[in-house]
């Protein structure tokens, strides 16, 4: 049974433990060690969920957050556990420096148009990332097709240069323009580590037959450090970088 939260919006104090709390607004954590689990966040239509800010961090557990404009989530220094992420108009998850993100589904976009919605979007350079153990579907709520644009994209899109390590490992990956994206663009990317993916494909699924609009994985070489195990869920076929 969830109580109401009525706390801060910002948190400001040391390892503030939330629990059973239905969240009506988005909050900001600028302190270290807080804790949010066993809780329903939604802020409407505001534009994070939970965001990091300055030497704050935390972990969502066994927590659902629901809608948001820009991410669900963001930033630095984070762990998600077991976490419902689903109604983003935006990205579901941007993924910056130091964070874990384990055991979490997230899926079923409202894309608001032009968005460029990903389920993970790595932020910033995203070293020490880990995304491990997820279902990543990058579908649009209501949509034959995906809409969305990928369950995962790394991308140094803002720098500075990303030298890892990033580790993409057993996860549900689906949908989207390409499904996963691993690219250099005006910054550098290298340290990336992907392994024991499966990658959805079928019409019933995903509305396209090969899971994606475009294909399971556009990915460049020289980013990758490691590329094994990740196959097709459907037949256990490689998928290769």
């Known amino acids: 049974m969830l109580s109401p939260y009525t706390g801060p919006s910002n948190i400001t104090t040391a390892n503030t433990v939330i629990d059973s709390?239905?969240?009506?607004?988005?909050?900001?954590?600028?302190?270290?060690?807080?804790?949010?689990?066993?809780?329903?966040?939604?802020?409407?239509?505001?534009?994070?969920?939970?965001?990091?800010?300055?030497?704050?961090?935390?972990?969502?557990?066994?927590?659902?957050?629901?809608?948001?404009?820009?991410?669900?989530?963001?930033?630095?220094?984070?762990?998600?556990?077991?976490?419902n992420i689903h109604g983003a108009a935006g990205d579901g998850i941007k993924a910056g420096n130091n964070v874990l993100i384990q055991d979490s589904y997230v899926h079923?976009?409202?894309?608001?148009?032009?968005?460029?919605?990903?389920?993970?979007?790595?932020?910033?350079?995203g070293n020490n990332l880990t995304i491990r153990h997820n279902t990543l579907l990058a579908k649009n709520v209501g949509s034959s097709g995906w809409g969305a644009n990928s369950a995962i994209i790394l991308k140094a899109d803002l720098g500075p240069n990303s030298t890892g390590p990033t580790v993409v490992d057993d996860n549900f990956l689906g949908g989207g323009n390409y499904t996963l994206y691993v690219l250099n663009a005006a910054y550098t990317l290298t340290g990336v580590s992907v392994t024991n993916n499966h990658f959805a494909r079928g019409v019933a699924l995903t509305g396209y037959t090969n899971g994606s609009q475009y294909g399971p994985v556009d990915v460049q070489s020289s980013c990758i450090t490691k590329w094994s195990g990740n196959v097709w869920d459907d037949t256990g076929a490689a998928i290769a970088e």
Do not use: C
Request: net charge negative; aromatic share 6%.
């Open 108 to 125: 079923d976009f409202l894309t608001a148009s032009g968005a460029h919605a990903d389920a993970i979007q790595m932020q910033n350079s």
């Open 21 to 83: 709390k239905d969240i009506t607004t988005s909050l900001t954590i600028s302190a270290p060690g807080v804790v949010i689990k066993n809780s329903r966040i939604d802020p409407g239509s505001a534009s994070y969920g939970v965001q990091q800010s300055g030497s704050g961090s935390f972990t969502i557990q066994d927590s659902e957050i629901i809608g948001t404009t820009q991410a669900a989530v963001g930033w630095d220094n984070y762990t998600l556990l077991r976490d």
